[in-house]
C-alpha cells in the first residue's frame, strides 16, 4: 500500500476531481481527498477509458495485426506497428531483417519519436513552462505560447510537420501508414523523396538544440523548484544495444534502481514474463506492472526518455550525447529523478532522433529493393520497441490457420502508472496539503502528469480482469439493475431495484 | 513562393468526406495544364490543425475546401473572417479558427479568405463518393477555376453565395 493511495477513512472528506486532465492524450482524471484543514488524506490518477485490443485482436489473421493496432492511437500508432511487426517477423521466420528494410523501418520510428516528442513538448507542456503554471488559464495554451513566443512555436510546429513527413514518406501516410510489413516493409524510398527529406536538416537541428536550452534556462531560472518538483525515487527500465548504447529501435531491456544499480541487465525482451508482472487495483483501469523480484511495493518503476537516458550508458549520437551529460550533472553524480527533468531528457531523445535521421539519409542502405524476407513459421513472436513514452511490448501467439491466439499488450504509459500516482502524490503534499486550493495549483498536479507524457488511450485495456460496473437507468435517472466485476473477475448482479 | 493559398481536408476513405481532396487535386493537375500552379500553394489534410496557420505566412488569398453535411447544394462559397473565440484545443479546427491563431501568431491580420463547401450526402467508412456528391464535385470543379482564374478578392466577394 502507498502513501495517500488509500485514505484510512473517507467519512466526512471533501471531494476535488480534476476531470479531464487536459492537454494529455486520452482521458484519465485525477482526485483528492482533503479535510476541513485541507489536509490531503488521498490522490489517485484514475483512467477511465478502456480498450478492448487484447481480446478482439484473437481470431484475426496475423498480417492483419500491424495495421489495427495502430488504432490504439493517433499519436504513437508507428510504435504500435512497429512492436507488432517485430514480434510478427518471428512469426513468419524473419527474425533478421534485410538492411533496407530495418533502415527504413528505424527511420519510421525516429521520425514518430521526433513528432511525437515535438507535439508533446511544444504543444502540450510548453504553456506551463514558458507562461507559468499558475497563469491565465485562458492563455495557457500552444496559441497563447505562439502569441508570446511566436518563433519558438513555429519551431515546434514545423519539428512535429517534419516529423510527420518521414512517416509519411516512408509508410505512405502521416497517420496509420502501412509501410511495415511481417518480415519488412512494402515501399521503397526513392532518391526524390530522400532528398526531400534532407532538405532543412541543420535548421531542425540548431531549432532542436535551441529547445534544449530553453529547457536548461527553465531548470536554471528555479533550480529548487525544479529539482524537489514531484520529486520521488524509483526504479528505470529502457533498452539499450550490446554496448549499452540507447537503442530506440531494438536490444535489451535494462532496469536500474533509484541509485543507478543494475537489477537486470541485456535481458533478451523475449524473456520479459520472467521479470514483469503486472498488478491490477479497482480503482483504476490501468494495471501496474513491477520487476518481480522486488514484487510490486519496491518493484514499481519508470520508463520514457528520463529512464532511458539513464539506463543506458550513453547515447550514439555526439550532439545528444553531450546534451546529455549536461542533464546528468544536475544529479552531482546520482541518478536525476525529478519529474519535470523527463522534458528535458524528451527533447534530447528528440535531437538524437534528428541526428540519427540525418545518419540513415546518408546511409546508401536506405535506398534498396530488398524489402521482405520470410523464414521458417513460429508460433509465438514478442516485440519490444521504445516507443516515445517508453518500452511497448507487444506479446502474440498465432495459431496453425495464421490466427492470433493470444494477445498481451504492456504499452509505455502502463509501466508509468506507478510513476504518475507518486508523482502528483508528491506535488499534492508539497505545493497543495493544507492550503486554499486554486485552479493554478491544481493544474501542478497536472504537470506533473503531462511530464510523462501519458497515452492514457494507449494504455487501457482489458485481459478479463478489469473492474467493471454496468448500470441501467431508466427515461427518470433511477437505477433499475446493476452488474458488477471486480478485479478478480467475479460478477455480482444486483437487480433488487429492477 | 506561390502568394495563394488552397487547402481541402477530408478523408478519402469516408465516402463523401473526400469531396475536398478530390477537389484539390482536380485543381492542381489542371492548374499543371494552364501553367498556373505555381501561384498556388496546394495543402491537402485530413482535418485542421494550428499548424495549418503558418501557411498563411505571406499568402494574398486562401481558399478553404471542405465537404459539408447539411449545407446548400451543390455547394457554398463565402468570405470567413477569425473567429472571436477561436477552438483550437481539440482535434480538428474550423477555418476561422485557423484563421484566429495566424493573427494571434503574427499579430497582424490574415489575407482575406472563403469557404468553399461542396454538400456530400454519406460519410460512412468506403471509397467513392455518392452519386450526388460526383455531380457536387463536377459543379465545383468549374466554380473553382474561375476563381483560379481570377484570383482577388474583390471578384471573389462578388461570387459568394447569397
Known amino acids: ?498 | 513562393m506561390a502568394d495563394i493559398l488552397l487547402t481541402a481536408w477530408g478523408n478519402t476513405s469516408r465516402g463523401d468526406d473526400a469531396l475536398g481532396p478530390l477537389l484539390l487535386r482536380h485543381l492542381q493537375a489542371w492548374a499543371r495544364t494552364v501553367h498556373l500552379a505555381q501561384h498556388f500553394e496546394w495543402v491537402e489534410d485530413f482535418q485542421l490543425q494550428i499548424e495549418h496557420a503558418l501557411n498563411l505566412e505571406g499568402k494574398t488569398l486562401a481558399l478553404y475546401v471542405d465537404a459539408g453535411q447539411n449545407t446548400p447544394a451543390p455547394f457554398s462559397f463565402a468570405p470567413i473572417f477569425p473567429l472571436k473565440q477561436a477552438w483550437h484545443t481539440t482535434h480538428a479546427m474550423p477555418p476561422e479558427s485557423v484563421l484566429a491563431v495566424f493573427e494571434r501568431m503574427a499579430h497582424k491580420p490574415p489575407c482575406p479568405a472563403f469557404t468553399l463547401c461542396l454538400k456530400g450526402e454519406t460519410f460512412g467508412i468506403k471509397e467513392g463518393l455518392s452519386a450526388t456528391a460526383q455531380n457536387h464535385l463536377e459543379a465545383a470543379q468549374a466554380f473553382a477555376k474561375t476563381l483560379l482564374q481570377n484570383p482577388n478578392p474583390t471578384a471573389w466577394n462578388a461570387l459568394a453565395s447569397p
Request: charged share 20%; glycine share 8%.
Open chain 1, 1 to 498: 500500500m502507498f502513501e495517500l493511495e488509500n485514505a484510512k477513512a473517507t467519512q466526512g472528506l471533501r471531494r476535488i476531481a480534476i476531470d479531464p486532465v487536459s492537454r494529455v492524450e486520452g482521458h484519465g482524471k485525477v482526485t483528492l481527498l482533503l479535510d476541513e484543514q485541507n489536509k490531503i488524506h488521498q490522490v489517485r490518477l484514475h483512467i477511465v477509458e478502456f480498450r478492448g485490443f487484447e481480446v478482439f485482436i484473437k481470431g484475426r489473421p496475423f498480417w492483419e495485426v500491424p495495421v489495427t493496432v495502430q488504432r490504439l492511437c493517433g499519436i504513437c500508432p508507428v510504435s504500435h506497428s512497429l512492436a507488432a511487426c517485430k514480434a510478427m517477423d518471428i512469426i513468419v521466420g524473419a527474425k533478421q531483417l534485410t538492411p533496407t528494410a530495418e533502415k527504413l523501418r528505424r527511420l519510421m520510428h525516429y521520425g514518430q519519436i521526433l513528432q511525437s516528442h515535438a507535439v508533446h513538448f511544444y504543444h502540450l507542456a510548453s504553456p506551463d513552462l514558458l507562461l507559468g503554471f499558475d497563469s491565465e488559464v485562458a492563455q495557457r495554451n500552444i496559441v497563447g505560447v505562439a502569441a508570446q513566443h511566436p518563433e519558438i512555436a513555429k519551431q515546434g510546429i514545423l519539428l512535429r510537420k517534419y516529423g510527420q513527413e518521414v512517416i509519411h514518406l516512408v509508410s505512405g501516410k502521416r497517420i496509420h501508414g502501412t509501410g511495415a510489413i511481417p518480415g519488412g516493409v512494402n515501399k521503397a524510398l526513392t532518391a526524390a523523396e530522400r532528398d526531400e527529406l534532407q532538405k532543412n536538416l541543420p535548421q531542425l537541428i540548431e531549432w532542436m538544440q535551441g529547445g534544449i536550452q530553453v529547457m536548461q534556462r527553465f531548470y536554471e531560472s528555479n533550480t529548487a523548484f525544479h529539482n524537489s518538483f514531484g520529486l520521488f525515487d524509483s526504479n528505470m527500465m529502457g533498452m539499450v544495444r550490446e554496448d549499452g548504447a540507447l537503442d530506440l529501435y531494438h536490444g535489451y531491456l535494462c532496469a536500474k534502481d533509484a541509485q543507478g544499480k543494475p537489477i537486470f541487465n541485456r535481458l533478451n525482451y523475449e524473456n520479459y514474463t520472467q521479470v514483469l508482472r503486472e498488478e491490477v487495483k479497482p480503482w483504476s483501469y490501468m494495471k501496474f506492472p513491477y520487476i518481480a523480484e522486488l514484487g510490486p511495493e519496491k518493484g514499481w518503476y519508470k520508463v520514457g526518455p528520463l529512464a532511458r537516458v539513464q539506463t543506458c550508458d550513453f547515447i550514439p549520437s555526439p550532439l545528444a550525447e553531450a546534451a546529455r551529460k549536461t542533464l546528468l550533472a544536475i544529479g552531482n553524480g546520482q541518478p536525476v529523478h525529478s519529474t519535470l527533468s523527463y522534458h528535458w531528457a524528451r527533447l534530447i531523445e528528440a535531437l538524437h532522433a534528428l541526428e540519427l535521421i540525418q545518419s540513415l539519409l546518408e546511409d546508401p542502405d536506405l535506398l534498396g529493393k530488398e524489402l521482405v524476407l520470410s523464414g521458417q513459421r513460429q508460433e509465438e513472436g514478442v516485440g519490444v520497441i521504445e516507443a516515445p513514452r517508453g518500452v511497448l511490448i507487444h506479446h502474440y501467439k498465432v495459431n496453425e490457420d495464421d490466427q492470433v491466439s493470444m494477445c498481451n499488450l504492456i504499452v509505455s504509459t502502463t509501466h508509468n502508472n506507478q510513476a504518475m500516482n507518486s508523482a502528483i502524490r508528491s506535488v499534492a503534499m508539497q505545493h497543495l496539503d493544507r492550503r486554499v486550493i486554486s485552479e493554478g495549483l491544481l493544474n501542478h498536479i497536472e504537470c506533473a502528469i503531462r511530464a510523462y507524457d501519458p497515452c492514457l488511450s494507449c494504455a487501457t485495456h482489458a485481459l478479463g480482469k478489469m473492474p467493471l460496473l454496468v448500470e441501467l437507468i431508466d427515461a427518470e435517472g433511477q437505477r433499475l439493475s446493476s452488474l458488477a466485476r471486480n478485479s478478480n473477475g467475479e460478477c455480482r448482479a444486483d437487480f433488487s431495484l429492477g
